[in-house]
């Protein structure tokens, strides 16, 4: 997404370069049933229960192939077809959804019934049967808008199939007045929508009921703040005099497929949360600090998803052929007995 203020993009490039309301939901969230969460297995010397106890690796596995996929703000696996992450622009573009592969070859493309103002977040889940695909029109760098929409297709049976099939449009506002969101998850666990606010300092966590945004209209309810994103050792001193209020900010959002994990990444790191047996995610993001698993020198990085397995991590930025990155576990080789 666009940085608001002339001032804060001046420094960012000079950093770089060198509709009604929710209410609060949490107490009325119910506790996933623990037995039904999958269980793992070691497969080539991964532990799919813990896939990031171990050593992380952050690597650079290919580029956006498409031309059209400048801006990239959303991110998300495909449940239906392995090895396929889909992915959309966000302002001043085309409403196309993109599909591509694990390396960011282009694999599909469709123009989509519905108006892009400001498409910050995409996310995938499966629900009551059915695979779906969200696409978070939520981004309001001015704080101005009077409500905000998530757009709901179901994923396509096929990548060659000419449209996506439209379920609807659900209109919303913020609890507290407009905001601006770039990061946005679902846990059908929880059955909820989560969307972090955009700012340096203990980001707020809103809540929308995953129920009511598929069926009628909901407000975004307040869940709580999440502590500040921290800077690490990598972090150059004058680079976050500068600009640490603009690099530090949450720009991605994704909840893993079996509602273990959670990431969160902004302009200069990934952060990753675990979630207990008996804790909902709004209870895990706004009361636990996060492990930092990837620190990496994207240009402008606002998109971030688990793989469809969820054993790594894709990581991409805004522009043309971007770098694509995945975060995966260091593998040993087996000891020779």
């Known amino acids: ?9 001046v420094l960012l490039a000079l950093v770089l370069g060198a509709c009604s309301a929710v209410v609060p939901l949490a107490n009325k969230l119910s506790v996933p049933d623990k037995s039904a969460l999958p269980v793992g297995e070691s497969r080539a010397g991964v532990n799919q229960l813990r896939p990031f106890d171990g050593a992380l690796r952050t690597r650079r596995v290919g580029k956006l192939g498409d031309p059209a996929l400048t801006e990239l703000s959303g991110l998300a696996a495909s449940g239906r077809h392995s090895g396929v992450y889909y992915a959309v622009n966000d302002s001043g573009n085309e409403p196309q959804l993109f599909a591509i592969g694990p390396r960011g070859e282009p694999l599909g493309r469709w123009l989509l019934p519905v108006n892009n103002a400001d498409w910050e977040a995409l996310a995938t889940f499966f629900y009551r049967g059915r695979h779906w695909l ?27 199939q000419r449209e996506i099939p439209f379920a609807r449009t659900h209109r919303f506002v913020f609890e507290g007045g407009a905001q601006n969101v770039e990061s946005v998850a679902v846990s059908a666990a929880d059955q909820m929508i989560y969307l972090l606010a955009k700012t340096v300092r203990r980001p707020i966590l809103y809540g929308l009921s995953l129920e009511q945004s598929l ?41 893993s497929a079996d509602d273990r994990f959670a990431i969160v990444a902004n302009y200069r790191h990934v952060y990753l949360y675990r979630r207990g047996a008996m804790q909902t995610w709004s209870q895990v993001l706004s009361q636990t600090r996060p492990q930092v698993i990837s620190s990496h020198r994207l240009r402008q990085s606002e998109a971030v998803s688990f793989a469809g397995d969820g054993r790594s991590i894709l990581l991409a930025s805004e522009g043309r052929y971007a770098p694509v990155l995945r975060i995966a576990p260091v593998v040993q080789a087996p000891a020779h007995q």
Request: proline fraction near 3%; aromatic fraction near 6%; avoid cysteine.
């Open 215 to 255: 069926a009628d209209r909901g407000l975004a309810g307040q869940q709580g703040r999440i502590a500040s994103l921290t800077k690490t050792a990598t972090d150059g001193f004058f680079e976050m005099m500068l600009a640490g209020h603009i690099l530090l900010t949450p720009t991605a959002m994704d909840i």
């Open 1 to 9: 997404m666009r940085i608001v203020s002339q001032l804060s993009t």
């Open 134 to 160: 969200m696409i978070a029109d939520v981004g309001d760098n001015l704080r101005h808008r009077a409500s905000y929409a998530l757009h709901f297709f179901e994923e396509p049976e096929s990548l060659s």
